[in-house]
């Protein structure tokens, strides 16, 4: 079982360049999330999708785009890149569930450096 | 708003040594919550989760019991193992579907052999 993957592993960009990160699950999980993890800082939300044909603004959103392409897949795309995106990215899925007890599953990270 | 608070690190302790790190959380009606485990170079695994009062979680060798009176969901090990080295997240998420998980801040652990 993949559960979910993220490609790719490693980037380096320089500012002002654009790319999209992909993840994909096959967990046949409804909803999706991207996070950003940062020394200190915990994971921050940046966009999450509830289920297909949903996107929604987290807490960290500006600079960041997002599509669900369909149930498996949700990319995040950066337009222009800045050195303040330097991070770890990480992609993640869960099921709905009425009472929210549902735990995410993670993707292995995207380290992302902009110079 | 709902959100997590966990001992600072990092914590280094030696192999077989009692291990506890402590995680309060500030939430309206009854969250469930959850210990998530990251190693180095991976993302997050969930480590155990409990979803009502006094529900205790357990999995490796880890418990956490949910303690609704302190609002705490503390972690603890008998007796850690070098591989138990990783950053520990304690993780909150409300009642309704539309809820997100609240992370905290996370802990590093290191064990010496």
């Given at each position: 079982n993949a559960g979910v993957t993220q490609t790719p592993k490693f980037q380096v960009l320089k500012t002002g360049q654009s790319m999209t990160l992909q993840c994909a699950q096959d967990?046949?999980?409804n909803s999706m999330y991207w996070y950003r993890q940062d020394p200190g800082m915990g994971l921050r939300l940046i966009y999450y999708s509830a289920s297909e044909g949903t996107t929604d603004k987290g807490e960290v959103p500006n600079g960041y785009n997002v599509s669900?392409?369909?149930?498996?897949e949700f990319s995040l795309r950066l337009e222009s890149a800045a050195p303040s995106q330097t991070s770890v990215y990480f992609c993640a899925s869960s099921e709905i569930s009425t009472i929210g007890n549902q735990p995410q599953h993670f993707g292995d990270g995207t380290r992302l450096s902009i110079l | 708003g709902n959100s997590v608070t966990q001992m600072e690190g990092p914590v280094t302790l030696s192999e077989e040594a009692f291990l506890t790190i402590n995680c309060t959380y500030t939430a309206t009606g009854y969250p469930s919550l959850f210990w998530y485990v990251q190693y180095p170079g991976e993302g997050l695994q969930l480590l155990l989760k409990a979803t009502k009062a006094d529900d205790k979680g357990s999995n490796k060798g880890f418990e956490a019991t949910y303690r609704k009176e302190t609002t705490s969901f503390h972690l603890e090990k008998g007796s850690v193992q070098v591989s138990d080295s990783a950053v520990y997240f304690c993780a909150l998420s409300g009642r309704s579907s539309a809820s997100k998980i609240i992370f905290g801040s996370g802990t590093r652990l290191s064990i010496r052999p």
């Open positions: 967990m046949n999980h669900r392409l369909n149930k498996r | -």
